[in-house]
């Protein structure tokens, strides 16, 4: 982790840490809240939709790890000093000419407070002294398309029915 970006964290009170074999649970959990919305939609038992999703999780993950071998996979941890808790994940992959964000994701009640947006900032600066764009794929429904695009994300045309590419420039 950069100086930029750990400072940009910890003005926010947030921390990252390498993701470790004990935050699977956490990771799933997190994994079930981003298809919350979607899964209330769905008339299944409830014990239909937990294994839905946690086999769904283990195959994003497959593929994560699997196609991004050498990604950052980060826990966000937000630490006040008096607690410490987990509260998203961050992952991301730096390329030579870009880097990626294959994933950020944030407990419901972390969402909507600026820590994405400050945690995306100082990435795409780390990546600009880089000499590297930075860029995502967006499912084309999320609301956080808005986000990225105030945050100088533009939509590149590559897009597959389900997921659009966004690419910020180098400044």
């Known amino acids: 982790m950069s100086a930029s970006l750990s400072t940009g964290l910890s003005r926010m009170h947030v ?90 994701a944030f407990l419901p009640e972390w969402r909507g407070m600026g820590m994405g947006s400050g945690l995306i900032t100082a990435t795409a600066a780390d990546a600009a002294a880089a000499g590297c764009t930075l860029s995502l794929h967006v499912d084309i429904h999320n609301r956080a398309k808005s986000l990225y695009r105030r945050l100088g994300f533009v939509e590149d045309g590559t897009h597959n029915g389900l997921y659009q590419k966004m690419v910020r420039a180098l400044p």
């Open 15 to 104: 921390r990252l840490r390498l993701r470790a074999n004990k935050d699977t649970d956490f990771l799933r959990a997190l994994y079930a809240t981003v298809r919350a919305e979607e899964m209330a939609v769905v008339p299944w038992p409830e014990a239909v939709k937990a294994a839905f999703l946690r086999q769904q999780f283990d195959a994003q993950d497959l593929c994560y790890t699997t196609s991004y071998p050498s990604a950052r996979q980060w826990i966000i941890i937000r630490d006040t000093g008096a607690t410490r808790r987990p509260v998203g994940r961050f992952f991301l992959y730096c390329g030579v000419k870009d880097w990626r964000i294959i994933d950020i």
